[in-house]
């Protein structure tokens, strides 16, 4: 029997407002309320909330047995928090019914799986965290952002003791493979997932357009291509940006009732649903697949090049992630979160180039070019670094700094303990016989001479 | 053609433009060009085209025998065609003053009795239009719309009209009466009208109500350098920020150095050019000792020839604010040897180019934004450097040249 494995994911980055150079040193506040509050409100009329009314139709209808996951950054959470707590209480509607999976990621859709692994796993550890508290479950499925996977991300991702990592079913991995199976990581016990993107990019990017051959994409025929696939393909997953409900395809263009009827025509063709963490307890791995270098599910390249694929990406990354030990080591509370928020790959997405040969910037990009990304962003980051650079100066080494703090930060529990010494001194001193006494400062008088 | 400036001996934009856009053509190998100007000096390039000095022709009959002749334009003209052209003499043009050949004098530049020039340059033109060897008129800029209009009147043969810049776009508005009547003249009588950027094409929709399918966009483009590495940049602790061009109302100067005072007050190690002369240069150097900025603000005055391309290669940025311009070549020429550009939305340049930033001539702290992220951020330099001379080598007046001739076989009707 086959199984669908629906996953969306969920991010929206804090837009950074227009912050010129001279602000530099004077405003430490980067983010554009009023478009930050304007775009949540706005994804939880047409998307959030009727995308998760339709799924909790769904899965009541059909007894629990329509399952789907989601990917929620930290960031998300905390602007639906603040903008939009109606949706929090949807999705743990959703997490209620039980046919829902939470899956871990990092706090802040961020690049830190490649660039800093200490944060990546500070940022994983605090997402689950967060997760747990929202919605009781704690997050066993690990999916990074953007898909981005390596032989060697996969190797940590498994020593942090997740045992099934999503990523993209790239051409240039996979082969002649197909993604409908489970696969092995060539030297860990992680077991690795591959996104049908073929399937998964027919709802999110062709269901609304008109000029595709197979417009339009009703249930029947979905679950007809799915059900046609070979025997031993187990399963299918099928992951798209949380957006496509609602959003990138209109309720006006069907998408909620192509959804709606999905479960039935699932189900008469012995079709099932599952969550990530079921199908790999039920799925035996294929094979192995190897990944050398990152993979990510952007673009025709599946791999970086939208994120570090150019000289603006490269130095804004850099810049930034130079201080990554420094900012851990603080405790400003302002500084960390503007180092989460700094930190999301939407960013960087911005800033690429690659797509901007006919005029265009980077889709969704709030800006009109990669450069005017890049300019913002550098005069926010500049701000940021000189805000690391007043908390601890660059003099001082990393190392050094680290064991002056520890200094710092133990002297309480020293002073204790050394009070406590002097008390029980005091105490023995009272009771010790003053011959002894004597005899001591004897001892010790030789060795001040 | 019906030009008024050709290289080396330019005054402005349209002389470049006007070299560029017929070298382009010349690659078509089914198309002759008969290029006039008001006055050759005898060293322009003729290898790709055919020029005649309007000075040359005879609007009145003189006789005069061959070797005279040949004394005196034998350096422009053939003697012969001075002859072939005596022939189409059709009208009494006694009133008008000309020498000892029957020729009309040109300043070949812009003087003070220009309409009247412009009205001597119509007469000496008939002559060509008389003798009718030619299939289309393409008449460049507002000063030839007359010879171009009655080349059509007396040849029957159908007026394209380029429209290199308009008077609403060199007066902020307040237009003179008597350019815009001829502008608007030129504009009715075309067939066709191209105009260089879809900002011009607004212009001559709106502004001379001509119908929007008589008006075409063909974008300038930038004729190759010869060996651009000859431009070096020296290494020099200021970063070199320039504006370069005529400094006037339509290049918007003042916004630099208010742009400029804005940068300075924040960072260090930035100097600011102004290059050029123009009406505006002393209330430029009033603004900026008034900013205080007097210290890292340099002016040079008018730059000729290589010095141009020495000034851009030499810079870190080059900046053209300009508040209404047509096309405006020179941001292309500096991202040619390297330099990131920053220009005004409100440019016509701006229709083409990607890898320039691009903001409004009046919004000041974007521009100095802009420059401060290109002096300070070396990937934005980098970038800007790299991608900018890639994009705008392939710009070439090749491709404008097969747009123009898109447009002569539709007036043509030749399909």
Redesign the interface.
């Known amino acids: 029997m086959k199984s669908i494995c629906f996953y969306f994911t969920l991010q929206q980055p804090l837009q950074l407002k227009r912050y ?3 602000e ?1 040193g004077n405003d430490h506040y980067y983010y554009d309320d009023y478009v930050n509050e304007a775009k949540i409100r706005h994804l939880t009329e047409v998307c959030y909330l009727p995308a998760n009314q339709a799924l909790l139709e769904m899965i009541k209808n059909s007894n629990g047995k329509f399952k789907v996951s989601f990917s929620i950054s930290g960031i998300a959470l905390e602007q639906l928090e603040q903008y939009s707590p109606e949706v929090i209480d949807s999705f743990k509607a959703l997490a209620d019914t039980g046919s829902v999976e939470f899956l871990s990621e990092t706090y802040a859709h961020s690049l830190s799986s490649i660039f800093d692994e200490e944060e990546f796993k500070v940022q994983v550890k605090k997402h689950a965290q967060k997760i747990e508290m929202l919605f009781g479950k704690n997050p066993v499925t690990f999916r990074n952002t953007e898909l981005i996977y390596s032989d060697e991300l996969g190797e940590l991702v498994s020593k942090m003791g997740y045992k099934c990592m999503l990523t993209e079913g790239a051409k240039h991995i996979l082969g002649w493979k197909s993604p409908n199976y489970i696969y092995n990581h060539p030297y860990s016990k992680l077991k690795l997932m591959t996104r049908n993107f073929k399937l998964s990019d027919d709802v999110s990017f062709r269901f609304s357009n008109w000029s595709w051959d197979q417009y339009p994409l009703t249930a029947e025929k979905y679950i007809h291509w799915i059900a046609e696939l070979p025997e031993k393909e187990e399963f299918v997953s099928i992951g798209m940006s949380y957006t496509a409900l609602g959003e990138l395809n209109t309720r006006e263009n069907g998408i909620f009732d192509f959804m709606k009827a999905l479960p039935y025509h699932a189900l008469m063709n012995k079709i099932s649903f599952a969550t990530p963490s079921e199908i790999v307890e039920k799925v035996k791995p294929a094979d192995v697949i190897s990944s050398p270098f990152p993979i990510s599910w952007a673009d025709e390249e599946k791999d970086l090049s939208a994120f570090t694929g ?3 990406q ?3 990354l850099q810049k930034l992630y130079m201080v990554g030990e420094r900012v851990r080591l603080c405790n400003d509370k302002s500084l960390q979160y503007d180092w989460m928020n700094l930190q999301s790959s939407d960013h960087f997405y911005y800033m690429c ?1 690659k797509h ?2 006919n ?1 265009s910037p980077a889709h969704y990009s709030p800006y ?2 990669p ?2 990304a ?2 913002n962003y ?2 926010v980051l500049s701000d940021f670094l000189q805000r690391v650079e007043e908390q601890y100066p660059s003099t001082i080494e990393n190392e050094e700094l680290n064991s002056l703090l520890k200094t710092i930060n133990n002297q309480e529990l020293k002073i204790i303990k050394l009070e406590n010494q002097l008390k029980s001194l005091k105490s023995d001193d009272a009771t010790i016989k003053p011959a002894e006494t004597k005899k001591s400062v004897k001892k010790v008088s030789p060795a001040k001479n | 053609m019906f030009g008024w400036e050709f290289p080396p001996h330019i005054l402005g934009g349209l002389g470049t433009a006007s070299y560029g856009l017929t070298k382009g053509m010349s690659l078509q190998p089914d198309l002759e060009i008969k290029f006039v100007i008001p006055k050759p000096h005898g060293d322009e390039d003729r290898s790709f085209l055919k020029i005649i000095g309007a000075n040359c022709l005879p609007v009145v009959w003189k006789d005069n025998n061959w070797d005279h002749v040949n004394y005196r334009i034998g350096n422009l003209m053939h003697p012969d065609e001075y002859f072939y052209y005596r022939n189409y003499i059709r009208y009494d043009f006694r009133r008008i003053a000309t020498n000892d050949l029957g020729c009309i004098n040109f300043s070949g530049v812009y003087p003070s009795n220009l309409m009247e020039e412009i009205s001597n340059y119509e007469a000496a033109t008939s002559v060509i239009a008389h003798a009718g060897d030619f299939d289309i008129i393409h008449s460049h800029d507002w000063l030839t719309y007359p010879a171009g209009i009655f080349a059509k009147q007396i040849s029957g043969k159908p007026l394209v009209i380029h429209v290199h810049a308009t008077d609403f776009d060199r007066s902020r508005g307040n237009v003179n009466p008597q350019v815009y009547d001829i502008e608007k003249r030129g504009m009715d009588e075309a067939n066709h009208i191209i105009t260089v950027s879809n900002l011009t094409r607004q212009t001559v929709i709106e502004k001379y109500h001509q119908h929007p399918s008589k008006v075409t966009t063909v974008h300038n483009a930038v004729s190759p350098l010869e060996n651009p590495e000859r431009f070096k940049k020296t290494l020099r602790k200021d970063k070199v920020v320039t504006f370069l061009g005529r400094i006037t109302m339509q290049k918007g100067p003042e916004y630099f150095v208010e742009a400029a005072a804005k940068v300075l007050e924040k960072t260090d190690g930035v100097r600011f050019v102004m290059a050029g002369s123009g009406d505006m240069m002393n209330q430029m150097i009033h603004l900026a000792a008034q900013r205080n900025i007097a210290d890292k603000f340099h002016f040079t005055g008018f730059l000729r020839g290589n010095q141009v391309h020495e000034m851009l290669a030499e810079s870190d940025v080059y900046i053209m604010p300009s508040v209404s311009e047509p096309f405006g070549i020179s941001p292309l020429e500096a991202m040619q040897v390297g330099t990131p550009s920053i220009v005004s939305v409100q440019s016509g340049c701006a229709e083409i180019l990607n890898n320039a930033i691009k903001i409004d001539y009046w919004d000041i702290d974007a521009m100095a934004d802009a420059i401060y992220s290109i002096v300070k951020y070396p990937a934005m330099y980098k970038t800007l450097h790299e991608k900018g001379k890639y994009e705008v080598d392939h710009i070439t007046w090749e491709i404008a040249g097969q747009k123009v001739r898109d447009v002569y076989n539709k007036v043509l009707g030749w399909y």
């Open positions: 010129r150079f001279f530099i150019n000289d603006l490269n130095e804004a180039t901007f040969t005029g009109d070019s450069y005017e890049f300019m550098m005069n």
